[in-house]
């Protein structure tokens, strides 16, 4: 990255994040964590599946780091809602109930991963980066 796209500030490349979960705790400790990641901007926020929908189409984000087990639509409802859509963010699942099903399930709706609730720090913040890496890499 030249000096010019450092000095640009808000106008260089960044990840652009939407956060969906129902425990609202949880979810300040992912945007807490995600502010030390430089290439990272959480642009949204949702508590359940249909809220998500709405938000995720209105603002387009780069990835959605979302929720299995919410009220109402499930996380996994809300990507192959999100399927039929020109442009879906990809998908990260975070989840306190890691178990195979869910994995198998996550796999087969083409979602980057999932990640244990419980090891959140050590597994998401290499992969953010690691895509936030890339995004920046990208040229528009």
């Known amino acids: 990255m ?6 640009a500030g808000e106008d260089a490349v960044a990840l ?3 956060l969906v979960d129902d425990n609202l705790t949880f979810l300040a400790s992912v945007k807490t964590t995600l502010k030390l990641l430089p290439s990272t901007e959480v642009v949204g926020e949702a508590h359940n599946g249909a809220q998500a929908l709405e938000l995720a189409q209105r603002l387009k984000p780069d990835l959605l780091l979302l929720d299995i087990v919410m009220p109402g639509q499930s996380g996994l409802d809300v990507v192959k809602t999100m399927q039929g859509w020109p442009q879906a963010p990809r998908v990260l699942f975070l989840t306190m109930h890691d178990n195979e099903s869910y994995r198998a399930a996550a796999q087969a709706l083409g979602a980057l991963g999932l990640v244990d609730k419980a090891n959140f720090v050590n597994e998401l913040l290499p992969i953010i980066s690691n895509l936030a890496a890339q995004s920046s890499e990208v040229s528009p």
């Open 2 to 7: 030249d000096a010019h796209h450092l000095a």
């Open 16 to 18: 652009q994040i939407m």
